[in-house]
């Protein structure tokens, strides 16, 4: 009925094979920092944060624990 697309296929093994990547939330990024999520939002909207992942609809799903590391010195367990 339907044929296999070779295509999906490949991005399967890719995806499947890509080391999961932990995402920290805003609200969890604000208790480890000490600040509010307000004030997450005004550094974002400032420019003074790295831009969170989103997903194709555009909601926001939170920053790689490695990126807010790089840019805080606060490693998160």
Not at 9 to 21: E, F, H, N
Not at 44 to 69: C, D, S
Request: glycine fraction near 6%; aromatic fraction near 8%.
């Amino acid at each position: 009925m339907f044929q296999k697309n070779p295509t999906n296929d490949a991005a399967k093994r890719i995806v499947q094979s890509a080391p999961l990547t932990p995402l920290i939330r805003k609200h969890e990024l604000a208790e480890q920092l000490n600040i509010s999520t307000k004030t997450i939002e005004r550094w974002l909207e400032k420019g003074l944060l790295p831009a969170p992942f989103k997903t194709k609809t555009g909601r926001t799903v939170g920053w790689a624990t490695h990126q807010i590391e790089a840019w805080s010195g606060v490693t998160f367990k």
